[in-house]
């Protein structure tokens, strides 16, 4: 499925450099697309670099920092009566949902799923599709940025491309938030860093 009238430079103003990086760096050669057209594939890949970096550089350089180092502020899941930092995945879903409230190019949508949830909101949100991903992330050791299982999915009448992407424990506020938390059950592995604690989900609307 090809995604029509954007071009790379339309792409790096949404997403900034990182995408054209990140579409340089697909099987296919971006820029030989026909009419200067890209897969959702190439589109899910751009936001997912975006996306991995900024949850990275929150956790490390903001949360763990001023949270876990300096301890000049902590990082609370009730972050508003707290008045503290959002937790990594707070941040996240944050971001997403004020996506979701966008008028966006492409119709995108992405949250932060796990095998083993924290939130159990979260868990009615794990389609068929998504487990499916989540399964093959998190199972056969895909601990490095770029790896990844694509899939299709049809909700409500819709069909999407979906991209499945291993979220890794890349800073202290990630494992031990998920380690110590009160809704963790016995049976959750404990994190370590690298480790695959779940994936980032992105959704593209097909035409």
């Known amino acids: 499925m090809k995604l029509k009238k954007y071009t790379l430079s339309a792409l790096v103003a949404l997403f900034g450099g990182a995408a054209a990086l990140s579409l340089s760096s697909c099987g296919e050669d971006a820029s030989a697309s026909a009419g200067g057209d890209f897969t959702a594939e190439q589109v899910s890949e751009a936001l997912y670099t975006v996306l991995f970096a900024d949850r990275k550089v929150y956790a490390s350089k903001i949360v763990t920092r001023l949270a876990k180092e300096e301890k000049v502020i902590k990082a609370h ?3 508003k009566e707290e008045k503290a930092l959002l937790l990594p ?3 996240f879903r944050e971001g997403a ?9 492409f119709g995108f949508t992405y949250s932060l799923q796990s095998l083993w949830p924290l939130n159990m909101e979260n868990a009615k949100k794990r389609t068929p ?14 601990d490095t940025y770029g790896k990844k299982w694509t899939g299709e999915e049809e909700i409500n009448g819709q069909k999407y491309f979906v991209g499945v ?8 506020a990630c ?3 998920h380690n110590d938390h009160e809704n963790r059950k016995d049976e959750y592995p404990e994190f370590k860093k690298g480790d695959v604690m779940g994936g980032i989900v992105i959704r593209i609307p097909k035409a």
């Open 89 to 91: 995945a707070q941040m």
């Open 77 to 79: 899941e009730d972050w």
């Open 175 to 177: 494992w031990t938030c």
């Open 129 to 142: 599709a998504v487990m499916e991903g989540l399964e093959a992330v998190s199972t056969k050791g895909l």
């Open 165 to 172: 992407y291993p979220d890794t424990a890349s800073a202290p």
């Open 97 to 105: 949902e004020t996506v979701d409230g966008m008028d966006k190019p």
